[in-house]
């Protein structure tokens, strides 16, 4: 079975400080996605990547961004966290022609910025 | 661009219920059909999916069914039991990514 793992499944940060969200995974998958999920709007795609260091803008990246220096390993950097930050990140990945395949997701990073 | 419109919830049903979640979509093209499900403190897990017209998928005791003529892919299951209790979201392949509905909670008491 697929294996995605991420690091925190609660953390709580103040404003203004750069937060890190990890990400791993075990299936040798060449796209990795971060997500972001909020009551009532389901999943918002915030970055996604197809290839080490390649990285691009999902739907709403703004005050977000991305690393991905190693195959199994996607981070997501918030530069300056705001409150309206406060949100469930989950990370997913998938193998193939992107879009094609299920996506594989981790259990969820329930992030607070107070 | 593509979306997916999925009904609102909450769902609240008996053990041994008829569970339908309606699910329609807006594509340009032939997009993949997904359903996943989202249990209490857990990550999204693939139900079933549906790749072309017609295509029934199943799992679990759940089906849908990708119907072109109506942009419809609604989930259905037979007799639910609490274990079914859960978040339900429909989505659809759009180029690179996922397009999500909104999602549906749904409670089964015994």
């Known amino acids: 079975d697929v294996k995605v793992t991420q690091s925190s499944r609660y953390l709580v940060k103040r404003t203004g400080e750069k937060v890190f969200l990890e990400c791993v995974q075990d299936?040798?998958?060449?796209?990795m996605f971060w997500y972001r999920q909020d009551p009532g709007l389901g999943l918002r795609l915030i970055y996604f990547?197809?290839?080490?260091?390649?990285?691009e803008k999902g739907d709403i990246p703004e005050g977000y961004s991305v690393s991905r220096e190693k195959k199994e390993r996607f981070s997501l950097i918030l530069e300056s966290a705001s409150t309206n930050q406060t949100s469930m990140y989950l990370c997913?990945?998938?193998?193939?022609?992107?879009?094609?395949?299920?996506?594989?997701f981790g259990d969820g990073t329930r992030l607070s910025i107070l | 661009g593509n979306s997916v419109t999925q009904m609102e919830g909450p769902v609240t049903l008996s053990e041994e219920a008829f569970l339908t979640i309606n699910c329609t979509y807006t594509?340009?093209?032939?997009?993949?059909l997904f359903w996943y499900v989202q249990y209490p403190g857990e990550g999204l897990q693939l139900l079933l999916k549906?790749?072309?017209?017609?295509d029934k998928g199943s799992n679990k005791g759940f089906e849908a069914t990708y119907r072109k003529e109506t942009t419809s892919f609604h989930l259905e299951k037979g007799s639910v039991q609490v274990s079914d209790s859960a978040v339900y979201f429909c989505?659809?392949?759009?180029?690179?990514?996922?397009?999500f509905g909104a999602g549906t909670t749904v409670t089964v008491r015994a």
């Open positions: 997913a990945s998938s193998w193939g022609v992107l879009g094609a395949q299920p996506q594989h």
């Open positions: 299936m040798d998958h060449e796209n």
């Open positions: 990547s197809y290839d080490v260091k390649m990285k």
């Open positions: 594509a340009t093209g032939y997009p993949s």
């Open positions: 549906a790749t072309k017209a017609d």
């Open positions: 989505a659809l392949s759009d180029d690179y990514k996922l397009s």
